[in-house]
Nanobody
Framework: QVQLVESGGGLVQAGGSLRLSCAAS????????MGWFRQAPGKERYFVAA????????YYADSAKDRFTISRDNAKNTVYLQMNSLKPEDTAVYYC?????????????????WGQGPQVTVSS
């Protein structure tokens, strides 16, 4: 069992930055690829970014490329999402997820474990 606890959400003006953190319990964090997803009101949950177990490869949705950076610190059991140049359309609940296979995160929107989802609101 893996528990994911996110932090770092909030309200920011357009053009600003936020960093989300997702801390995982347990000693098997490095066995999981990690991903970030987001869900706006009335919309489905969409993939944002993913990172493989070692952190050496990352994947991004087109909307996140060049603005968001996913990273992980396996010694701290934590994955991060640095979000820069935020836009009002980035407003959503953001979820981190863990899966042993990054393909499931990246292409199937599937996670074995999910965080609770902090709200990110970007004002214009």
């Amino acid at each position: 069992q893996v528990q994911l606890v996110e932090s770092g959400g909030g309200l920011v003006q357009a053009g600003g930055s936020l960093r989300l953190s997702c801390a995982a319990s347990g000693r098997t964090f490095s066995s999981y690829a990690m991903g970030w997803f987001r869900q706006a009101p009335g919309k489905e949950r969409y993939f944002v970014a993913a990172i493989i177990k070692t952190g050496r490869s990352t994947y991004y949705a087109d909307s996140a490329k060049d603005r968001f950076t996913i990273s992980r610190d396996n010694a701290k059991n934590t994955v991060y999402l640095q979000m820069n140049s935020l836009k009002p359309e980035d407003t959503a609940v953001y979820y981190c997820a863990a899966h042993r296979d990054v393909v499931a995160l990246r292409y199937m929107n599937r996670g074995e474990y999910w965080g609770q989802g902090p709200q990110v609101t970007v004002s214009s």
